[in-house]
């Protein structure tokens, strides 16, 4: 019987079977609605028929994103004048607001506009700030002059206003897209089909490899355009696919299926505390039934569905809790006086999130090495083949490869591998997943660490030790540890994308996906802090340090070790945390 069941889903997800005659409903259970707010007929709407738009848009997209991100210290110092100090920082703190702005994007999708409406627009703004960009270098009196010798003119207040007015106008509109489109894309899949339920967990491998096929367009052919054709073209070529991105996303409107706004997620969880607060010595009703929700499984929540009640965090149910007051004044009408029982899990269930949110930080870490020490360790080695020098940053074309090639794989070979040994229709559990790229990260950073072990020994053998100098060995031996980060990439990345779509309330999809993109900018944080330390600690007594400006004498393998050792721990961590994770359940 098994088997059959087995065969069938097999069958509903390649689109082998019809719906009906496998006795589905019409309707989707999931409550989503068409464009008109009318439900939806599975066989009409969603699946992958309306995935190629979602998918389209986010590549179009990140090739837009990178195509300006990856050489923007280039045009600021070639172009603009500015000196490396000033345009460094521009540069981070520019990439820093494109992983803040998604909380904006996300609270007006849960709470006001939906997903579609906030994509739609922000996109509109993406692509305002990507003309007024592409003008800034196409026009004479936006640009300053060229450099006269060593002269090189700086740019004028209002040339400066144009350009940052452009680039922040697209940290805004990036702001509306990367919380929500993911989560579009799943809304796609009704999570009461087990079929569909399987093909959403594809759709986020797919999706993740959309963004790579962008990322590598971008890291290698417009980088090319842009240092030998000219800043221009260069600029304009994303443009135009940012244009083809929102376009794409429109035309596949009537295939959609969307999710109601549920109102705003932060006056929820406020409301939760504050209920809670208000009843602080009311005891809880040791029988959960007794606590309020609506019945006929109704949601005060638009667009929710109700959840299960939990034991844990039992002083947020107080909030639930119904006393002589509620019944004498039968006012149950005030939120900040008493919530359902579905309000109150969605408190919980961001309150068990949080630890393994925290978790994954420390795994962007290592991911934050591979556009720095990665690429400073790929300066001390030779970049020759042949008569052509490998320039050190262009080898994260191998991280990119490694996702392009292995998310097929892992999506035709290994999820069904897994499937008949874990019997999870997806292969592996999304926690079980993340782990799993997090042991890859600590097996990158060894692999940094052993050749660079080995680069020091052959600086010692030729005698470079005191010299700034590349040493005799290939640049092309840091691929493994590249290939390694895309590895693992598959499946923490991915599987936090899963992970924060699944287990966050109906309603706050798109926040919890914009705090999962958070994780990539404390990321960052935290590797500056580290890297702050390990200078501060390493260069006492007049040493050279660790990392010095010579590193043939230093010690980069300390730092990777050190950097696999923090991933060690909290790999430990992380697995107490996921162990004692339970997931979400509907009511």
Same mark, same amino acid.
């Given at each position: 019987?098994?088997?059959?069941?087995?065969?069938?889903?097999?069958?509903?997800?390649?689109?082998?079977?019809?719906?009906?005659?496998?006795?589905?409903?019409?309707?989707?259970?999931?409550?989503?609605?068409?464009?008109?707010?009318?439900?939806?007929?599975?066989?009409?709407?969603?699946?992958?028929?309306?995935?190629?738009?979602?998918?389209?848009?986010?590549?179009?997209?990140?090739?837009?994103?990178?195509?300006?991100?990856?050489?923007?210290?280039?045009?600021?110092?070639?172009?603009?004048?500015?000196?490396?100090?000033?345009?460094?920082?521009?540069?981070?703190?520019?990439?820093?607001?494109?992983?803040?702005?998604?909380?904006?994007?996300?609270?007006?999708?849960?709470?006001?506009?939906?997903?579609?409406?906030?994509?739609?627009?922000?996109?509109?703004?993406?692509?305002?700030?990507?003309?007024?960009?592409?003008?800034?270098?196409?026009?004479?009196?936006?640009?300053?002059?060229?450099?006269?010798?060593?002269?090189?003119?700086?740019?004028?207040?209002?040339?400066?206003?144009?350009?940052?007015?452009?680039?922040?106008?697209?940290?805004?509109?990036?702001?509306?897209?990367?919380?929500?489109?993911?989560?579009?894309?799943?809304? #796609?899949?009704?999570?009461?089909?087990?079929?569909?339920?399987?093909?959403?967990?594809?759709?986020?491998?797919?999706?993740?490899?959309?963004?790579?096929?962008?990322?590598?367009?971008?890291?290698?052919?417009?980088?090319?355009?842009?240092?030998?054709?000219?800043?221009?073209?260069?600029?304009?070529?994303?443009?135009?696919?940012?244009?083809?991105?929102?376009?794409?996303?429109?035309?596949?409107?009537?295939?959609?299926?969307?999710?109601?706004?549920?109102?705003?997620?932060?006056?929820?969880?406020?409301?939760?505390?504050?209920?809670?607060?208000?009843?602080?010595?009311?005891?809880?009703?040791?029988?959960?039934?007794?606590?309020?929700?609506?019945?006929?499984?109704?949601?005060?929540?638009?667009?929710?569905?109700?959840?299960?009640?939990?034991?844990?965090?039992?002083?947020?149910?107080?909030?639930?809790?119904?006393?002589?007051?509620?019944?004498?004044?039968?006012?149950?009408?005030?939120?900040?006086?008493?919530?359902?029982?579905?309000?109150?899990?969605?408190?919980?269930?961001?309150?068990?999130?949080?630890?393994?949110?925290?978790?994954?930080?420390?795994?962007?870490?290592?991911?934050?090495?591979?556009?720095?020490?990665?690429?400073?360790?790929?300066?001390?080695?030779?970049?020759?083949?042949?008569?052509?020098?490998?320039?050190?940053?262009?080898?994260?074309?191998?991280?990119?490869?490694?996702?392009?090639?292995?998310?097929?794989?892992?999506?035709?070979?290994?999820?069904?591998?897994?499937?008949?040994?874990?019997?999870?229709?997806?292969?592996?559990?999304?926690?079980?997943?993340?782990?799993?790229?997090?042991?890859?990260?600590?097996?990158?950073?060894?692999?940094?660490?052993?050749?660079?072990?080995?680069?020091?020994?052959?600086?010692?053998?030729?005698?470079?030790?005191? #010299?700034?100098?590349?040493?005799?060995?290939?640049?092309?031996? #840091?691929?493994?540890?590249?290939?390694?980060?895309?590895?693992?990439?598959?499946?923490?990345?991915?599987?936090?994308?899963?992970?924060?779509?699944? #287990?966050?309330?109906?309603?706050?999809?798109?926040?919890?996906?914009?705090?999962?993109?958070?994780?990539?900018?404390?990321?960052?944080?935290?590797?500056?802090?580290?890297?702050?330390?390990?200078?501060?600690?390493?260069?006492?007594?007049?040493?050279?340090?660790?990392?010095?400006?010579?590193?043939?004498?230093?010690?980069?393998?300390?730092?990777?070790?050190?950097?696999?050792?923090?991933?060690?721990?909290?790999?430990?961590?992380?697995?107490?945390?996921?162990?004692?994770?339970?997931?979400?359940?509907?009511?």
């Amino acid at each position: 019987m098994a088997g059959a069941e087995r065969a069938e889903a097999v069958a509903l997800e390649q689109g082998l079977l019809d719906p009906e005659e496998s006795n589905q409903v019409v309707y989707t259970g999931d409550g989503s609605v068409d464009f008109s707010g009318n439900p939806v007929v599975k066989e009409r709407t969603g699946r992958w028929k309306a995935c190629p738009f979602i998918l389209g848009n986010e590549c179009c997209e990140q090739l837009a994103y990178y195509g300006i991100s990856t050489n923007l210290v280039t045009y600021l110092t070639k172009k603009l004048h500015a000196g490396n100090a000033s345009a460094a920082s521009s540069v981070t703190t520019w990439s820093g607001t494109c992983y803040l702005t998604p909380l904006i994007g996300a609270i007006l999708a849960d709470a006001y506009w939906g997903r579609y409406w906030t994509i739609a627009t922000f996109s509109t703004v993406y692509f305002i700030g990507m003309t007024l960009l592409t003008l800034s270098a196409s026009v004479p009196m936006l640009m300053p002059p060229s450099c006269e010798g060593s002269f090189c003119p700086a740019a004028s207040p209002f040339q400066y206003t144009v350009f940052f007015l452009g680039l922040y106008l697209i940290a805004l509109g990036t702001g509306g897209i990367k919380p929500c489109v993911s989560s579009f894309g799943a809304d #796609q899949f009704d999570d009461t089909d087990p079929a569909e339920r399987i093909q959403k967990g594809s759709f986020f491998n797919w999706f993740y490899f959309s963004i790579n096929i962008g990322a590598l367009i971008s890291s290698s052919f417009l980088v090319w355009v842009q240092d030998n054709v000219g800043w221009g073209l260069g600029f304009g070529i994303p443009t135009v696919f940012m244009g083809l991105a929102i376009i794409s996303f429109f035309s596949g409107t009537s295939l959609y299926r969307f999710q109601k706004p549920g109102g705003s997620p932060i006056t929820r969880v406020c409301q939760v505390i504050v209920a809670s607060l208000r009843k602080w010595n009311v005891p809880v009703p040791e029988d959960s039934s007794l606590l309020y929700e609506l019945p006929n499984g109704v949601s005060t929540i638009e667009g929710s569905r109700q959840i299960e009640h939990t034991d844990e965090l039992r002083c947020l149910d107080k909030a639930a809790t119904v006393t002589e007051v509620d019944v004498k004044t039968a006012d149950f009408n005030n939120p900040w006086r008493i919530c359902t029982v579905t309000q109150v899990e969605e408190l919980k269930i961001l309150v068990r999130m949080f630890p393994v949110w925290a978790t994954t930080i420390v795994f962007s870490a290592v991911y934050a090495q591979m556009s720095t020490m990665f690429v400073e360790q790929g300066m001390v080695l030779d970049p020759s083949l042949g008569s052509f020098k490998i320039p050190p940053a262009s080898l994260s074309t191998f991280d990119t490869l490694s996702v392009i090639i292995c998310v097929p794989m892992y999506d035709y070979i290994v999820v069904p591998i897994a499937r008949r040994f874990t019997g999870n229709e997806r292969g592996f559990t999304e926690l079980q997943r993340m782990g799993i790229g997090l042991v890859i990260s600590i097996m990158a950073m060894s692999v940094a660490a052993v050749l660079e072990i080995k680069r020091l020994a052959v600086a010692r053998e030729a005698h470079l030790v005191d #010299q700034n100098v590349p040493v005799p060995l290939s640049i092309f031996w #840091q691929i493994p540890q590249y290939f390694l980060i895309g590895l693992a990439e598959i499946f923490t990345f991915i599987g936090a994308l899963e992970f924060f779509y699944d #287990q966050s309330p109906d309603a706050m999809r798109s926040l919890c996906s914009a705090l999962n993109l958070l994780t990539t900018a404390f990321g960052n944080y935290l590797s500056t802090f580290i890297l702050t330390m390990v200078a501060y600690f390493t260069t006492r007594g007049g040493n050279p340090g660790w990392i010095p400006d010579n590193l043939n004498e230093g010690h980069l393998d300390y730092f990777f070790l050190l950097i696999a050792g923090i991933s060690f721990l909290n790999l430990i961590v992380y697995v107490l945390c996921a162990g004692k994770y339970k997931s979400k359940k509907a009511a």
